[in-house]
């Protein structure tokens, strides 16, 4: 499963948004066993918020279309939980935009993705739906999706595939049509986090060899502006999961 077509090749820009939160990646003494993030995988800290323009990626070659708009994509699958909080604004004006569809897809734990199980080597059920989906932004821009930490497959890092459309309609199964593609991208994670992780069940029973961030064809080492996370802990423990939040700046028109 060598995700070999996505390098980044989009003209047009996202604009991504990074605080101070930057600077802290994970929760400090209090659970000393939840690694941080490497400083050199964070974006820069500032005092306020600053704006830092990154290239759309490609889709890559796993999208499927029609998937269901709900909070919560897991349908039980094993892994460490993940709690994605993305606010979307305007790039030129910051404003929040509300209303619109923020989708993600990616693969389990074993590197595997809906409708393609076994591209990894792994035998396991396929519905054609896990760890697929998307919810509508609030009137602040913010959408929160519950996922888990995503495992990694041949030749590429550990990501998510992110889509952001604006005027979708619900359909009445659950999915929906229609709206402009604003913004197609992918979401990274802190090295030293996905190396805890790796040590962590189901995580560990994944042979297949990791690629690093540094390693990838798609990062750029650029921290948020190539949409790096900020994670925080969830507990003590890798296994108890992370929180991961990121601002993305999208053209309108």
Same mark, same amino acid.
């Given at each position: 499963m060598t995700d070999t077509s996505e390098a980044p090749i989009g003209r047009r820009t996202v604009l991504i948004a990074t605080g101070a939160t930057a600077a802290a990646l994970a929760v400090g003494a209090a659970a000393p066993e939840a690694p941080a993030a490497d400083a050199a995988d964070a974006a820069p800290a500032a005092a306020a918020a600053v704006c830092t323009l990154t290239k759309e990626m490609t889709e890559g070659p796993y999208y499927l279309d029609g998937q269901l708009v709900r909070s919560d994509v897991t349908e039980g699958k094993a892994g460490a939980p993940l709690k994605l909080t993305l606010? !979307? !604004? @305007? @790039?030129d004006t910051c404003a929040p935009i509300g209303n619109a569809l923020v989708e993600i897809w990616h693969s389990d734990a074993l590197g595997e993705y809906s409708g393609f199980v076994g591209n990894n080597g792994h035998n396991e059920a396929d519905d054609g739906t896990f760890l697929r989906g998307g919810v509508l932004t609030d009137s602040s821009g913010v959408a929160n999706i519950t996922t888990i930490y995503p495992g990694w497959y041949r030749g590429r890092c550990v990501h998510i595939h992110v889509k952001v459309r604006t005027g979708v309609t619900l359909t009445s199964d659950g999915s929906f049509t229609g709206g402009q593609e604003l913004h197609t991208g992918q979401l990274f994670f802190s090295e030293t986090v996905t190396t805890a992780m790796a040590k962590v069940?189901?995580?560990s029973t994944n042979t297949v060899t990791r690629t690093t961030l540094a390693q990838d064809s798609v990062y750029d080492d650029a921290g948020a502006a190539s949409g790096l996370l900020t994670l925080?802990?969830?507990?003590g423990s890798a296994a108890s999961g992370y929180s991961g939040t990121l601002t993305l700046g999208i053209e309108q028109g």
């Open positions: 606010t !979307v !604004v @305007d @790039d069940s189901p995580y925080t802990a969830l507990g």
